[in-house]
C-alpha cells in the first residue's frame, strides 16, 4: 500500500499542478488571440458606412489608421458623425455598438464590416488595411452578405 | 468542541410555521453569513472584472454554495447574485431586443443553477482538506465547459441564429472564450474554496451548539 502523502506536499503538489495548469492555459490563449496590427502607412483606402437609409462615404489618400476601426475612427473625427463602441481586455478588440445614432439591435440590425466584400471575422481593431483597400460597414440583419429582410 | 453542531439546524424541522422552514432553509447563522459572502464574492468579483469576457466569479460562488452550504443557498446565491448583475449586464449594454435579453438570462440562470446543484452533489465529500480543494477544482473543468456549451446554445439561439450564423460558428467563436473561462474557474476555485473551506471550519462559532455522537457525518 502506497503511503499517505501528508496535507503539506498535497498543498504543494495541487499548486504546481495548477500553477502549470494555468500558464499552459494563459499561452494557449495568447496564441489564439489575434494579434495587434503595428501602425503603418497605407494609400488610397476607402470607407462605405450603410445605415438604415443613408449612407457614407470615406476616403483617404494617405493615412496610419490602418484597420477597419481606426479608418472608421477617423472619418467619425472627419466628417462629424458618431460612433459608441466597447472595448474588451478579454479576447482583446473593439466592439463597434453604434455608427451616426444607429445602434446595435434596433430592428434586429447589427453593425458588421467586410474588407474588399470579405466579412470580418476578428474585431474591427484587428483587421490591417492595406493600399486601395475598401472597408464597408452595414446595418443589417444578415450574416456574410446572406440575404436578410 | 468535537462532536457538536448547530442547534438551529436540528430544532428546525420541529419548528412550525414559515420561521421554521425558513431556518432549516437558510441553516445556522454560520451558513447564512458564508452564503451572503458568497453572493458579494459574486457580484463585487464579476463587477469588478467587467472588462475580462468570462473572467467572473459567479461561477465558483455557485459552486461553493452547493458544495458547502446546499439548503436553499444552492439557488439563493446564483439567483440572488445575477438578479443584480443581469440588469446592471442589460443596463450597461441596452444593444439587444427584450425578448434576446430574456431568453439569454434564462440560459444563464439555468446554468449557475445547475453548476450549484451539481456543487451539492458534493457536499458529504467536502471538508477543509487539500483534497477537497481539488475535488472542487477538477469538477470545475467539465462544468465550465458544459456551462459555456448551455450558454452558447442560448446566445446562438437568441441573438445569432436569425442572422443566419450556425450553431458550429458559434462553437468556434466561443473556444477563446471558454479557455477564459477555465482559467477564471482554475484561479477562482482553488482560492475561494480554500477561503471558504477554511470559514466554514473555522470561521465563526456555532451559534448554539448541542452535543451529538462523534461520529456524525455533520461537518464541523
Avoid: C
Wanted: hydrophobic share 50%; glycine share 8%.
Amino acid at each position: 500500500m502506497a503511503p499517505r502523502l501528508s496535507e503539506r506536499l498535497q498543498a504543494v503538489i495541487l499548486i504546481a499542478v495548477l500553477v502549470v495548469a494555468i500558464a499552459g492555459l494563459y499561452g494557449l490563449t495568447r496564441t489564439l488571440q489575434p494579434a495587434g496590427v503595428p501602425s503603418f502607412v497605407v494609400h488610397g483606402v476607402r470607407l462605405v458606412v450603410n445605415g438604415s437609409g443613408w449612407t457614407i462615404e470615406y476616403s483617404s489618400l494617405v493615412t496610419t489608421n490602418n484597420t477597419a476601426f481606426s479608418l472608421l475612427q477617423e472619418a467619425s473625427h472627419r466628417l462629424g458623425f458618431a460612433i459608441a463602441y466597447e472595448v474588451y481586455q478579454i479576447p482583446e478588440g473593439v466592439l463597434v455598438t453604434s455608427i451616426n445614432g444607429s445602434s446595435n439591435g434596433e430592428g434586429g440590425r447589427y453593425w458588421q464590416y467586410w474588407v474588399n466584400e470579405a466579412y470580418g471575422r476578428v474585431a474591427a481593431d484587428r483587421s490591417a488595411l492595406s493600399d486601395d483597400d475598401i472597408v464597408t460597414w452595414r446595418f443589417d440583419r444578415s450574416y456574410e452578405g446572406a440575404s436578410g429582410a | 468542541m468535537i462532536g457538536t453542531r448547530n442547534a438551529r439546524g436540528t430544532a428546525a424541522a420541529s419548528r412550525p410555521g414559515w420561521r421554521g422552514v425558513l431556518s432549516a432553509g437558510l441553516g445556522n447563522t454560520r451558513t447564512r453569513i458564508l452564503g451572503v459572502f458568497l453572493i458579494l464574492v459574486a457580484v463585487l468579483g464579476t463587477v469588478v472584472l467587467r472588462d475580462y469576457a468570462n473572467i467572473e466569479t459567479v461561477f465558483v460562488a455557485a459552486l461553493l454554495a452547493g458544495s458547502l452550504l446546499s439548503r436553499w443557498w444552492t439557488v439563493l446565491v446564483p439567483l440572488s447574485a445575477l438578479l443584480i448583475l443581469q440588469p446592471l449586464e442589460w443596463g450597461m449594454n441596452p444593444t439587444y431586443a427584450v425578448e434576446a435579453m430574456a431568453g439569454i438570462s434564462f440560459f444563464v440562470v439555468t446554468g449557475f443553477v445547475f453548476v450549484g446543484l451539481i456543487g451539492s452533489r458534493l457536499r458529504p465529500k467536502v471538508l477543509f482538506r487539500v483534497k477537497s480543494v481539488a475535488l472542487l477544482t477538477t469538477i470545475s473543468v467539465p462544468l465550465t465547459v458544459a456551462y459555456d456549451l448551455w450558454t452558447a446554445f442560448g446566445e446562438w439561439y437568441f441573438l445569432v441564429r436569425p442572422l443566419g450564423v450556425s450553431f458550429a460558428t458559434v462553437l468556434e467563436a466561443q473556444v477563446l472564450f471558454t479557455l477564459y473561462h477555465l482559467l477564471s474557474s482554475l484561479i477562482f476555485v482553488p482560492l475561494f474554496g480554500t477561503t471558504f473551506l477554511f470559514l466554514q471550519a473555522y470561521g465563526w462559532p456555532a451559534e448554539q451548539s448541542e452535543p451529538v455522537p462523534a461520529d456524525s457525518d455533520e461537518p464541523p
